[in-house]
């Protein structure tokens, strides 16, 4: 059974950081694109970061040079550092592992990420 585990969650101050965990279990994790997502309230899920397989990232434009995904292979652990946080970061922040072959799809409880002072 897969299971993708949130943390990292949190109230932060504009211009603050944080970083997201998901840990991963009941999966080859190496063979999965690891994908962080955000849904804000009233709006539909949208793409954070991805961390293929084969080692590329990529990142939607507004989250560009703030923020950076990771994963340890070792721990099946996938990371998201989020710097210079602002107020339209706030979002639940879903965990997504995808089998680069068979195509299924893995998501995370979600956690809660909220920019505020």
């Known amino acids: 059974q897969v299971q993708l585990v949130e943390s990292g969650g949190g109230l932060v101050q504009p211009g603050g950081s944080l970083r997201l965990s998901c840990a991963a279990s009941?999966?080859?994790?190496?063979?999965?694109?690891m994908g962080w997502y955000r849904q804000a309230l009233g709006k539909e899920r949208e793409l954070v970061a991805t961390?293929?397989?084969?080692?590329?990232?990529n990142y939607r434009d507004s989250v560009k040079g703030r923020f950076t995904i990771s994963r340890d292979n070792a721990k099946n652990t996938v990371y998201l550092q989020m710097n210079s946080l602002k107020s339209e970061d706030t979002a639940v922040y879903y965990c997504?592992?995808?089998?680069?072959?068979?195509?299924?799809?893995?998501w995370g409880q979600g956690t809660q990420v909220t920019v505020s002072s």
């Open positions: 997504n592992a995808h089998h680069d072959v068979l195509r299924h799809d893995y």
């Open positions: 009941g999966m080859i994790f190496s063979l999965h694109t």
């Open positions: 961390f293929s397989s084969g080692g590329s990232t």
